[in-house]
């Protein structure tokens, strides 16, 4: 027996793998938000009620307490800034030139990147290491941008946007973005429209989303010199990347941190594995019924936690 053929991992395991890998840092980080909030008296707001909030105002939180919710707590603004963000990156892709593109995009990787690697670092390591840890990974990724850094970083960074948004929004207030965002999903892939932002992202070495080599060497592949070039190749086998994106994972890790703050630990481990059935529905959907072609991942996984939500 070749045991080391069974052992090899397809795209489809390392993008399980890293889902499951952003879920256990949302819940080392967000185990650590309110004590270290308290050691360091630091004033946060107390997340809101259980009840959607779409607009700011006061609201009871689930201890009894009123307080007046932000906008960033609020469903309807969350759900209009982040569409709106959308749009607004599609006309800069369309309108602006690559090589302009190439550079503003990654610089703010860079800061993106090692923003989430403070986070997810600073709630166990002190101030000096934890920002030393950030501006290596920003500079080194700058530099050097190999698949293998891109996920992980990008991994620590959507763990980071999860945990913290995750303290100021309720578990309800998530699904809505969720469900939102998934109806956006699938109509710019239905429509052509993601695939599109995706290749021009490709083009300009930076990607939003988790790139997947076939072969092991891909994973050593350097973004700024050779690219992911064949994203858009419509027979799969022809393809020698595929990719998650980046918002298949952290919405789900979202509502998981939301939960989190909201019911508790046990709760949030469930909520994170009907996310995990959810992405493994769309991988099946889209081997089984659309043989390879791109398809959106976050429709199913949205119909899967809110059915977890239901049950909680």
Known sequence: MNLKKHLKFSPVHWGLLLFVLTHLLVLLVVTKMDPFFEEKEIYVPS????????????????SGEVIDVPAYSSAGPVVIYIL????IMGLVLFFIPLWLLKLLLRVLFAALFAWGAFIVSVFYLPYPVAIAIAVIL???????????????????????????????????TAMIVIIALAVYDFLAVRFGFMTWMADRMAKSDTLPAIVIPKNRSGWKLDLKREGVT???????DARNYSILGGGDIAFPAL??????????????????AFGLIGLVCAYVIQAVFLKGRAMPALPPIAVLVFLGLLIL
Not at 84 to 87: G, L, M, R, S
């Open 47 to 62: 997340q809101p009620s259980e009840e959607v909030v779409w607009w700011p105002g006061e609201v009871t939180t689930p």
């Open 230 to 236: 064949d994203i858009l190749e419509p027979k799969p």
């Open 138 to 172: 920003g500079a080194f990724w700058f530099a050097k941008p190999f698949v293998w850094l891109h996920n992980l970083a990008l991994v620590a960074s959507l763990a980071a946007v999860a945990s913290v948004f995750g303290r100021f929004i309720s578990p309800w």
């Open 255 to 272: 509502l998981t941190a939301a939960v989190y703050f909201s019911q508790g630990f046990v709760p949030a481990i469930i909520i994170a």
């Open 84 to 87: 709106t963000v959308a749009v």
